[in-house]
């Protein structure tokens, strides 16, 4: 089955400064890349994914690469801001037109956000 | 949209009880996912749906262990008898495109 490493665990960066959180995965299978937010005491929020089509996809401050031929992809937070402070998830899954398998899971980064 | 709701967001269980956790989804979404976080083995599948039909359960622990989903808008996760072990947050997630959207969790403690 397909299993993700996740790095670092935990990440502190000053504000204002950039956020890079790195994933690799095993299956080759795997096509579909989201990346979770979660903050303490909820569940996990969908912040940005990537298909396995496209090599990079960005959203205001926040961008994601992949590069399917060694299997990594990465998360880039700029301009950091308190708020950003959470814990983040990286995972993978195959998905086939409409529809989608379980989540694989990285174990998660502790990002803090120093002032 | 209310997002995935679930009930009850926290239980306190004796070992040996029977446990029902449960799970509204979007509406409109095709697909429904329970999952488990635990510090030491982090987010686990436990298993999905996709139309009401179990699609895949490879993730579910033991046999103490059973989900069902009656109709498009319930599922339930069941666990009997339960055990320490079992003490996790339990969140059931919901999807359409693939996109999953998680709900708040049930904190279960098993005492």
């Known amino acids: 089955g397909e299993n993700v490493e996740q790095h670092p665990s935990t990440l502190s960066v000053q504000e204002g400064d950039s956020a890079v959180i790195k994933c690799t995965y095993s299956d080759s299978a795997s096509n579909y890349f989201p990346w979770y937010k979660q903050e303490l005491g909820k569940g996990p929020q969908l912040i940005i994914d990537i298909r396995s089509n496209v090599g990079e996809k960005k959203d205001q401050r926040i961008a994601v690469t992949l590069n399917k031929t060694a299997k990594h992809f990465s998360l880039h937070i700029t301009e950091t801001q308190p708020e950003d402070s959470a814990v983040y998830f990286c995972?993978?899954?195959?998905?086939?037109?409409?529809?989608?398998?379980?989540?694989?899971f990285g174990k998660g980064t502790h990002l803090i956000i120093q002032p | 949209d209310a997002g995935v709701i679930q009930s009850p967001r926290h239980e306190v269980t004796e070992m040996g009880q029977e446990v029902t956790l449960r799970c509204k989804p979007i509406s409109g979404h095709d697909y429904l996912f329970w999952y488990r976080q635990t510090m030491m083995r982090g987010l686990e599948l436990l298993i999905y749906f996709n139309n009401n039909v179990p699609i895949d359960d490879s993730g579910m622990p033991e046999d103490r262990f059973s989900a069902k989903m009656p109709n498009a808008s319930f599922s339930t996760l069941k666990i009997q008898p339960s055990e320490p072990r079992d003490s996790a947050v339990y969140f059931c997630a919901s999807s359409l495109f693939g996109e999953q959207y998680f709900g708040p969790g049930t904190r279960l403690t098993v005492t």
């Open positions: 995972a993978a899954s195959t998905s086939s037109g409409g529809g989608a398998d379980g989540l694989t």
